[in-house]
């Protein structure tokens, strides 16, 4: 008969030290199923390290592999301030954020790219995939994957991707557990990747802009890539929803649309119909699969200008202008003022 035990390993503090570290160089650590290694601290799995987990592996610090990290079972992470996980090659099969740090120092801090081949759980605390001055990294569930608990003040900051194989007539509405909920209408659209980016308030890359940057959307948007084309005689339907977190300014009580561009930096175009997203969850049909958002029904700016000019000739003046895309705009005006204040009509 086999027993399944926990380990704790208690690490004495040190003094001046932010935290102790244990480092495997050149050992084999093996957490069978059913058992569980608790770390109270850091652990540094060094080149020459094997790490293999079919149990629970639970970290109060941080957790850097560049050696061999092999975790079937689930990485823990449950500390009390901000954590920083370097899963180096590795993918792990179930990965779970439970930081009881304070707000602004309860994240676990994704410094690498990292594949999640079964289960996202937020019980407490954020994920974050871009630390201070860092790149942005990608958070991968392949098909199966999925995601739970994500809701105020405990979800992914960042870049989060899932993928599903197959989204036809047969599959119906397809739930990417990232926020988007996508019904292909009767399509084939083969295999679908959605990439959401949130929470980072970076214009262009989280949130959608107009030119002038007076109009935002929500501080989320989802990059949809079907492995097959979206006919647009037969629309899909989007099912978008988001937490408080994300609102970025945008008034759920007023009514919204679904916003469709080609990336997060626009042009935009509104899809569907202007209805309530009172509940922070909004559904529309759309034309073309692409980056979406959810914004007022006037933000991102219908007519997005792109160029202008004016040129003197004569006693006249030569305007001239492009625009990438134009939404329920009836005519364009041109006045004139002598002190930016006051202006009339040039007729």
């Known amino acids: 008969m086999k027993l399944r035990f ?90 779970t954020v439970g930081n009881t740090g304070a707000v602004g120092a309860n994240r676990l801090l994704l410094t690498q790219d990292l594949t999640v081949s079964s289960l996202l759980t937020l019980s407490q605390g954020l994920l974050r995939t871009q630390v201070a001055g860092g790149a942005l990294r990608t958070l991968s569930l392949p098909a199966g994957g999925r995601v739970v608990g994500e809701g105020p003040g405990q979800y992914v900051q960042g870049r989060l991707q899932v993928t599903r194989t197959a989204v036809n007539s047969s599959t119906g509405s397809v739930d990417f557990t990232n926020g988007l909920v996508l019904n292909p209408n009767g399509q084939n659209l083969g295999a679908v990747t959605v990439t959401r980016t949130a929470g980072l308030q970076a214009a262009g890359t989280s949130y959608g ?54 990336q997060a930096s626009g042009p935009w175009v509104a899809q569907g119909a202007a209805a309530s997203a009172s509940a922070r969850s909004f559904t529309a049909n759309t034309t073309q699969l692409g980056t979406l958002t959810v914004s007022n029904t006037s933000a991102p700016l219908p007519v997005t200008l792109v160029a202008f000019s004016a040129e003197r000739q004569g006693p006249d003046g030569l305007l001239l202008w492009t625009t990438a895309s134009e939404l329920r705009n009836a005519y364009f ?11 009339q009509s040039l007729g």
């Open 209 to 262: 802009t107009n030119l002038g940057s007076t109009n935002k959307s929500i501080d989320r948007v989802w990059q949809v890539a079907p492995e097959l084309p979206l006919n647009a005689a037969t629309p899909a339907s989007a099912t978008v929803s988001w937490v408080s977190d994300d609102d970025n300014g945008f008034n759920p009580a007023t009514p919204a649309h679904l916003w469709r561009a080609d």
């Open 6 to 95: 926990t380990l704790a390993l208690l690490l004495p503090a040190l003094t001046g030290a932010a935290q102790t570290t244990l480092t495997n160089d050149g050992g084999t650590l093996t957490v069978q199923n059913g058992a569980t290694l608790y770390v109270d601290g850091a652990v540094q799995n060094n080149a020459t390290g094997t790490l293999t987990n079919a149990g629970t592996v639970q970290l109060i610090g941080d957790l850097t592999n560049t050696g061999t990290l092999v975790s079937g079972g689930t990485m823990l992470f449950s500390g009390a301030t901000d954590q920083n996980f370097a899963p180096g090659t590795a993918s792990v099969a179930a990965l």
């Open 333 to 343: 005006g041109v006045e004139s003022s002598t002190n930016g204040t006051v202006f």
